[in-house]
C-alpha cells in the first residue's frame, strides 16, 4: 500500500525518470569503456547494502553509514572520465555534418583504405562525432585541405613526415594530420595489435569518433567506434560504416536509430526503467517498513517560578521507545536533540508527579512515542527564602613539619543567599571556598578565594562575592 501510495506521486515519475536516465547512460558510457569489473563489485556492494536495510542488518548498515562518503569520493575519482563521458552525452548537441552529396568523398575513402591495405601500407583516419576530441590528441600538422585521393596515399606514404599519425576528416575536409592518438588503457586488444590499433580504441573509448585502422602486417581495415573494434571486410561496409556515422552525429543524441539498432535502444532503455523501479521500489520498502528503537535522550526542566526551588534527586535522561519508518528513524542522527523538555511554569508547593507524552519531546514528522522509561517523573519544589550562609575556608592537607595554624580569618565570613526553605529551616547553611593546599604555605598568607555552593543555594546578588583567608603560621620552638 505504501508503495503503491508513492507510485501515484508525481514526483515518483521523475524520480525513476530520472534514475532511469543515468542509468541508461552510464550503461552506454561503461559498455563502450569496458569498465564491467568495476561496475559488478559495485553493484554487489549495492545489493548486499539492500539487503542489509530489509533484514536491519546493524553491523553492515554501521559500515556503510561510517563509510560512504569516503566510498562516494573514491567513485567520483575512479569513474572520473566515465561519469565526464555520462555528463558530455546527455548534454550532446546536433552536429550539422557536411558531407559528399552521391557519397564521392566516402567512396574514395573506402578505395584509398582497400588499396593501402594490399600495399600494405598502415594509416589512421578520424572522422569525429559529437563530442569534441581536442583534448584527446596532440602533435600533428594543420591541413585544411579538400580530400583527393592523392594527398591520401602520399599522406601515408612511408616517406612522409606525418605517416605514422593519423588523418583528422571534419566537415569534409582534411583538417589535420600525423596527429597522436591516446593509448587505450584497457585490456580488450590482444597483444599482437600494435600501437596504431591501440590508438584507435584509446580515442573511440573516449570519444564518439570513428577510427579507421590500415594494419601493416595483416593487411586489412579494422573499425573502431564507442570502444569497439570490428573488421570492415569490403568497400562496401566502409561506406556504409561512414554513411552511418554522419547520420549519426547529425541527429539528437535521443534519436531513434534504424532497424535494429532501434530495437536495441528500445530494450536497453526499458531495462533502465525497469532497473530504476527495482531500485527505488526496494528502497522505498526497505525504508518504509515500520520499526521500533530505543534512544537515551537528557532531560530539560524548564521556566522553573522565581518563587520556587527545585529540591532533591531528579532524573537527568529518560529511555525512549519510539516508532516510525526506518528512513524516518535513520534521520535521528543525534538523539540528545530529542531531550524530553517539561514545563515546571505552573508548578505548586510539594511533591508532583509528570508524565511523559508525545508533547513533551520534539520528534520527527512520522516518528512516535511508544513508551518511555520512566514514564513519571516526580520533582519536589520547596519555597525560596532569603537568609544568610557562613563561608567556611576548604583546607586540605597538613602544614610543612614545624609549623601550626595561628588563625584563620575569612572576609566576608558570611554572605546573603536565597535557598528553599527546607536548606536553611532549623539549621545553619555553609558554602565553602575553593580548595587551599597546607603543605604549600610556609608563612602568613592572604588568599583569594571563590566561593563553592550546592545547586540549590544562589547569592542574592546573582553573583558570588571573592572571599580572602587570612591564615597566620606560628613555628613551634623545640
Known sequence: ????????????????????????????????????????????????????????????????????SVVIIALIIIFQPELRKIFERAVSVRRNEIFDNGNDLSNMIAQALSAMAQQRCGAILVFPGKESITEYVSGGFSLDAKPSYPLLMSIFDHNSPGHDGAIIITGGQFTQFGVRLPISESLKLPREYGTRHHAALGLAEKTDSLVFVVSEERGNVSVFHMGKMIKADSQKAIISTIASHWENTSSYPLDF????????????????????????????????????????????????????????????????????????????????????????????????????????????KGVKLIEATPSRIELTFAAITEHWAFVVPQLVGDLPSGLTIGSVVVKPDKVKVISPSSDGDGKTVNVTTTPIYMESITKNRNILCKIIAPQTIQPVDKRWPDVEVIISINRQVN
Open 257 to 364: 536509430l534504424k532497424n535494429k539498432n532501434r530495437w536495441t535502444v528500445f530494450y536497453q532503455m526499458a531495462a533502465s526503467l525497469a532497473l530504476a523501479l527495482l531500485f527505488w521500489s526496494t528502497i522505498i520498502v526497505a525504508q518504509g517498513e515500520r520499526i521500533e528503537r530505543v534512544f537515551t535522550v537528557p532531560v530539560e526542566y524548564l521556566a522553573s517560578p522565581t518563587s520556587l526551588a527545585l529540591v532533591g534527586e531528579r532524573e537527568k535522561e529518560v529511555q525512549l521507545y519510539l516508532g516510525g519508518t526506518k528512513s524516518d528513524l535513520d534521520a535521528i542522527v543525534n538523539p540528545s536533540d530529542l531531550s524530553v523538555k517539561i514545563d515546571l511554569s505552573k508548578v505548586a508547593l510539594g511533591t508532583q508527579s509528570f508524565f511523559i507524552t508525545n508533547d513533551d519531546i520534539r520528534l520527527p
Open 1 to 68: 500500500m505504501i508503495l503503491l501510495r508513492a507510485l501515484l506521486d508525481w514526483r515518483t515519475v521523475i524520480d525513476i525518470t530520472l534514475i532511469a536516465t543515468c542509468l541508461f547512460f552510464l550503461y552506454q558510457t561503461i559498455n563502450r569503456l569496458g569498465t564491467w569489473k568495476i561496475v559488478v563489485g559495485i553493484l554487489a556492494a549495492m545489493m548486499i547494502f539492500l539487503g542489509a536495510n530489509i533484514f536491519d542488518l546493524a553491523g553492515i548498515e554501521w559500515i556503510y553509514r561510517n563509510l560512504s
